[in-house]
């Protein structure tokens, strides 16, 4: 009973990816139509030779490593401020989750238009009631600017995430290092971040995976640009396919783009593997 | 080294009073054990010496200094607690050492220190696993290494044996009981099992409700309970009480008399009853009967009498073996 | 030390949130830029009454919905038969993970260009093979097409989920109800199911969340075409803000959706909560 | 009804054999404990005849009908689990009336069967509860109940006490034991815990690796232990064995001597030595004495006699209590 079923299940699973590969040795631009047939390693070539793709690249992984850091850094601090019990616990806790359920869309714009707006935005005016100047966020400082809205969607999930590991910490253990003469710091160091390591893991890298395919928030803001200053992977696949029109091309940036978060996968699901077995 | 002094200490948690004022002393070298039912603030009273709860009023006083204030680490107390509270991430001799680093020893002073403890416990060779690859008596042995190495003027155990199989709960008992006799340092130890108190304890502090219902050694306490609830808890299996006319009889509200201090007689006694369940042991056989003047009442039998369920039989306690309580349940 | 921290943490967090409500108060047309100043509902009065609305919100519901219905029960699916030991289980745990790691772009494009579409896709191919003729997906189902790529990314996830709770359930309970003389049918019925029903909740409601803000797929192959056939809610403050230019119903359409992704937010909190007492 | 046949059962794991060809006869209405080691096979057994696990050779007989390819459900038979295996969601009542609602019975006779196992039980309060509400004995208790309410040809226990505290796991222990002789249905228990086997059993089953060392009544294997595993799992404390010189006087590679029957004098004996660890349980003191000729024995002394640590002891063990084993560990 179980054999044909994993069968059907290998083909929905596993038939768009074949089929992505196999595109992308393909010639196949909407706007030649006529060019069709085997492309070799063409598309690969010139997607990766492309002026684009180095910036690309680079901008992909800022973007990640610089949210990464935000995120876990900020998430393991609220983390253990939440964990303290304080009046309003309740409420805070509700509040610090809220950016979570803000649409990217929706998010990016706000960022956009109220905070960053070199002219009407709140950054703007804070700095004009302080004699400045107002900075523009999105043309001087793309890359940062989107890092930061990121940064923001994903703290809550990332606080959630390692509230809830800190939560589950024995108390004894802590009690245990108190009696044995550790301090305050001693025992983050050597308890209690040891006891949080593989919920940061399991943070690091599902956030990983949803920060390698940001994309709206660039194709609300900067469109990638100034120049390629704020252009990252899928938003070049997705300038190869719908603006340039070629499917082959823009398949072969998905391979490439499918390798890179299969990296990732590997190492999300070895972690996961581990929490099962747990 | 190691004389811990109680004086009227309170514990409050909000509204609600866990220890109403208290006094206790602890000599040096002692073995006490803290036993009691479950809630009745043994572990708090541990915790409150350990420096783990704050005392609400009173003081504690450790070898000479007021200690109601000292944080644990400066009590120069060392604790095994009931989950063991190993540090998982870290191997055996890590856990084992932590004290020692935290005090900022020499790593080759921390070395000597470890192997000395793991060679009192016989546990050289586990030094390189971690916690979760040892079994729960193993655990204990780490949780008692630590506690060793700093060589604390009191050792402090929360239900150690709580955790343990039933086996390896008479095994470990000795082996602590052992290592009190060679180290001699005091140990205060709490725990809901009267046979661990009995089989363990220099003094035994029975509690009930925060209160302390009676503090001796086990003979003591056995021999002459000072109330219902010290007989009661004290002994297995448990004291029968009786009440109504036969304890009138006796000038008493109730009395109470011991399942080893009752004679089991297939001919004749003062309460006839028939045989409910019998329990063999082997070296004994706990005989319920239920009797129609005293209601259901254990007897212990040593040896080879057979009975068995629906037998007739005739109890008699024996005369100088029984205990009686007035209406407030004191012994008179 | 805890007051002020949490003080600056509300700050960090509700002052974006504050920010749209504001503006979605205020006159502020990037093309008028002259016009300004305090707008009462107006905003919100276009924003409900255009044309777009209606079908906006319906297309919203139905999408999440849609989604939900072939996640949750192809997840529990698919669990329940991952649960089944059979050869070479590690590997297709590993494949039925795959989609969760596609970019949304990716995704989209791939199966716009190589399974929907109407002359070169797959399901065109498959359909001439049997006599039949290409069906143009996109052109003529454009939101079912959409449910069933957003479900293709999303089932993983499901399945994860689901798979870790129903591996979490004492296998003592299934063996109490087969000595109980149950059937498979009632052991699923009345074990299983209810054992999983914390896990079904989260996972609705957190792929609810997602789902909402739904916006690269509809990007990249509709547009929320033809017509208003695919057009989403955060799709329509897309369109609002940036390209009708008008920020302040951008943000009366930004409230209202965090309204609507609140009313959930509600709910999920509270099941975690739940979980987080566990 | 409840009579069940093992006839040459076999269990393998794949390569290994958990369980070796193996025999046994349970008699109707029999009180059968299978005790052992933990990886004894004794849960493996009982799951073998639940059905809950295939027979890899052999048959096994319920009530004269070939049960060994029947599914559990159409055995007959009820099992109480080690983790209780309560279902969650559902009430106390609905978790009782689960296996009459299987078997399709109408909603009244389900409500007259589960008052009915709720009187037997003494539960009728907690019928609305859910599991996660209820303290440990009280879940051991619906267990119980769902499985009582089957009627079923056999109840099978698979340690259904370990999961509770000392105190509480006495009391449970007695219940059973009189539901035993209330219903007089087959019971068959899995226990570790030889006190269980010898106070519960009408048959204690000690086994071994898969294999059965012994089988008979709880005073027959105190008494006649047929081989040094029976001799030492049966009985508290552990009886004393000793070999080398002192086991050749007796003709034997080792001879054993239960606490019970070693005297203790403060003046003369064959055995002289130190008082290691005294355990004093008031009815009871466990004297642990380290010898010379003998090594560690540990002695049972009633009543008043004191000695404590340090003193010198002489130890006598009664002459026709002295059990002898051959070099293979079999009694002679």
Redesign the interface.
Same mark, same amino acid.
Request: hydrophobic fraction near 40%; proline fraction near 10%; charge should be positive.
């Given at each position: 009973m179980v054999s044909p079923a994993v069968a059907v299940l290998l083909i929905w699973m596993i038939v768009p990816l074949a089929m992505t590969i196999w595109f992308s040795f393909q010639q196949y631009n909407l706007l030649y139509p006529d060019r069709t047939g085997f492309a070799g390693i063409e598309n690969y070539y010139y997607f990766i030779t492309d002026f684009r793709f180095q910036p690309a690249i680079w901008n992909t992984l800022r973007l990640v490593l610089g949210v990464l850091a935000i995120t876990t850094i900020g998430g393991i601090l609220l983390a253990l401020l939440l964990d303290q019990p304080f009046w309003g616990q309740g409420i805070v806790r509700l509040l610090v989750l809220a950016p979570f359920f803000v649409m990217p869309t929706v998010s990016a714009l706000v960022w956009q238009n109220m905070f960053m707006d070199p002219v009407n935005g709140l950054f703007a005016h804070i700095a004009k009631a302080f004699g400045g100047d107002g900075y523009d966020f999105l043309g001087q400082s793309p890359l940062m600017s989107i890092i930061i809205m990121v940064a923001w969607q994903w703290l809550p999930f990332a606080t959630l995430i390692l509230l809830t590991a800190l939560q589950s910490l024995d108390r004894e253990q802590i009690e245990a290092a108190e009696m044995d003469g550790a301090s305050v710091w001693s025992r983050f160091i050597y308890i209690i971040l040891p006891h949080m390591t593989r919920a940061i893991t399991v943070v690091i890298l599902i956030q990983t995976i949803f920060i390698l395919s940001v994309y709206a928030e660039i194709l609300v803001t900067t469109n990638g640009g100034p120049g390629t200053a704020s252009l990252n992977l899928p938003f070049l696949v997705y300038l190869a396919s719908i603006v340039d029109n070629d499917v082959g091309m823009g398949a072969a940036g998905g391979v490439i783009a499918i390798i890179l978060a299969n990296i990732v996968a590997f190492f999300l699901m070895r972690a996961i593997g581990k929490n099962l077995e747990h | 080294m190691g004389q811990i002094t109680l004086s009227k200490v309170v514990k409050q948690f909000g509204e609600v009073t866990v220890i109403p004022p208290l006094d206790l002393e602890i000599n040096e070298g002692e073995f006490v054990v803290f036993v009691g039912p479950s809630g009745c603030g043994k572990s708090t009273l541990l915790r409150l010496i350990?420096? *783990?709860e704050d005392t609400s009023a009173g003081s504690i006083t450790i070898d000479g200094v007021n200690a109601t204030d000292l944080?644990?680490?400066k009590r120069g *107390?060392? =604790?095994v607690?009931? /989950?063991y509270?190993?540090?998982? #991430?870290?191997t055996v001799r890590k856990n084992i050492a932590?004290?020692l680093k935290?005090?900022g020893m020499s790593p080759e002073e921390q070395e000597k220190r470890v192997k000395a403890a793991a060679g009192v416990l016989n546990m050289n060779k586990l030094l390189d696993r971690r916690p979760g690859q040892l079994s729960g008596g193993q655990r204990q042995r780490v949780a008692i290494g630590?506690a060793i190495v700093?060589e604390p003027k009191a050792f402090l155990f929360d239900e150690p044996l /709580?955790n343990l !199989?039933?086996?390896l709960r008479?095994g470990m008992? *000795?082996e602590i009981?052992?290592l009190h006799?060679r180290l001699k340092t005091t140990m205060i130890y709490v725990t #809901? !099992?009267q046979?661990e108190a009995?089989? =363990?304890a220099d003094k035994i502090v029975v509690l009930n409700a925060g209160r302390i219902e009676q503090a001796g050694s086990? *003979?003591e306490l056995?021999?002459n309970p000072k109330n219902i609830f010290v007989a009661s808890f004290?002994? /297995?299996?448990k004291m029968n009480f009786v009440g109504g006319q036969v304890a009138k009889y006796h000038n008493a509200a109730t009395i109470g008399v011991?399942p080893?201090h009752v004679m089991l007689s297939t001919s004749s006694g003062p309460w006839k009853g028939t045989v409910?369940?019998a329990? #063999?042991?082997?070296?004994d056989t706990?005989v319920?009967v239920n009797t129609e003047e005293a209601g259901t009442i254990t007897a212990?039998i /040593?040896g080879e009498v057979?009975v068995k369920?629906g037998d007739t039989v005739w109890l008699t306690p024996m005369p100088d073996k029984i205990y009686r309580f007035d209406a407030e349940g004191v012994a008179i």
């Open positions: - | 350990a420096g *783990l944080p644990p680490a *107390l060392a =604790m607690f009931q /989950s509270a190993l540090y998982p #991430h870290m932590f004290p935290m005090a630590r700093r /709580s !199989d039933a086996a008479m008992r *000795l009981t052992e006799q #809901h !099992d046979v009995m089989t =363990m086990p *003979l056995y021999k004290i002994g /297995s299996p011991r080893e409910g369940v329990e #063999h042991l082997g070296s706990f319920h212990r /040593s057979v369920h």
